[in-house]
C-alpha cells in the first residue's frame, strides 16, 4: 500500500475490550478468565502452556452445541481481582501469574501460561493487571 497523500480519518480503540469468537465446545460464565486458542477463538482458561491471555468475560456464553465462532463472548482487559490457587503473597507483587483455571491464579509456572502481572494482594484475592 502507497503512503498517504491526503488526511485519513483513523479509527481508535482504547484496547480494553474485546468481542471474540468462541471456540467450539466452549462455555463462559461471567468474570471467567479467557485466553485465545491456537485459532484465536475465546477459550476458557486452564492450566496448560501456550495460551494467550487474553482478559475477564463480561458476560455468559455457551457455544457447548456449535461450531468454532458460532458465537462471540464480550471480553475485558484490565486489573481484576482473582482467587489465590498457589501460595501468592504480597511479597510477588510485581511477579508473574500463572492460569490455574477460569478463576485461579498461581506463582508457579510449571505447565501453565502467565495471565497476567500481579499488582495487589489482599482480602479479596490476587489483584493482576491482564493486557
Known amino acids: 500500500m502507497a503512503a498517504l497523500t491526503e488526511d485519513r480519518a483513523t479509527p481508535e480503540r482504547i484496547g480494553d475490550d474485546f468481542v471474540d469468537p468462541v471456540a467450539a465446545g466452549a462455555v463462559f460464565h461471567a468474570g471467567a478468565l479467557v485466553v485465545l486458542d491456537a485459532a484465536g477463538n475465546a477459550a476458557p482458561a486452564t492450566a496448560a502452556a501456550g495460551l494467550i491471555s487474553r482478559g475477564v468475560a463480561q458476560e455468559a456464553a455457551d457455544n457447548s452445541g456449535g ?7 464480550a471480553v475485558r ?26 478463576q485461579s491464579v498461581t506463582e508457579a509456572s510449571a505447565g501453565s501460561s502467565a495471565v497476567g502481572t500481579i499488582v495487589d494482594v489482599d482480602a479479596e484475592g490476587v489483584w493482576v493487571r491482564i493486557g
Open 67 to 73: 461450531a468454532d465462532g458460532d458465537i462471540s463472548v
Open 77 to 102: 482487559k484490565g486489573v481484576f481481582p482473582l482467587a489465590n490457587g498457589g501460595a501468592i503473597t504480597r511479597a510477588n507483587i510485581g511477579d508473574p501469574a500463572y492460569i490455574v483455571d477460569d
